[in-house]
């Protein structure tokens, strides 16, 4: 079975920076790719960014790319999101998912496992 569970989430001043954790529960983590998203109010989850299972592969969306950066731990299950130069717009909650299949790494519905998500703002 698998659990995602996020924390890291905050109040922070635009220019500001916070890191985001996901810790994975169960066996096939090492070798599943993971994916950040972000849901603001009244919108559709978003696509931030994905890391291949070994972190050999990459992707952000454009509005997040050279602020934003995707790492993590297979040793300890773990992945990371690491927020600079946060801006207001990046306000949402922030949700640690694993791919499932599909062939697009951008689309949610090829995540098939989810966290709770975590709450991020960013104030003006």
């Known amino acids: 079975q698998v659990q995602l569970v996020e924390s890291g989430g905050g109040l922070v001043q635009a220019g500001g920076s916070l890191r985001l954790s996901c810790a994975a529960s169960?066996?096939?983590?090492?070798?599943?790719?993971m994916g950040w998203f972000r849901q603001a109010p009244g919108k559709e989850r978003e696509f931030v960014s994905t890391i291949s299972w070994n972190s050999d592969s990459t992707a952000y969306s454009d509005s997040v790319k050279g602020r934003f950066t995707i790492s993590r731990d297979n040793a300890k299950n773990m992945v990371f999101l690491q927020m600079n130069s946060l801006k207001p717009e990046d306000t949402g909650v922030y949700y640690c998912?694993?791919?499932?299949?599909?062939?697009?790494?951008?689309?949610?519905?090829?995540?098939?496992?989810w966290g709770q998500g975590t709450q991020v703002t960013v104030s003006s």
């Open positions: 998912a694993r791919y499932s299949g599909g062939g697009f790494y951008t689309r949610p519905r090829d995540y098939g496992y």
């Open positions: 169960g066996r096939t983590f090492s070798s599943s790719r």
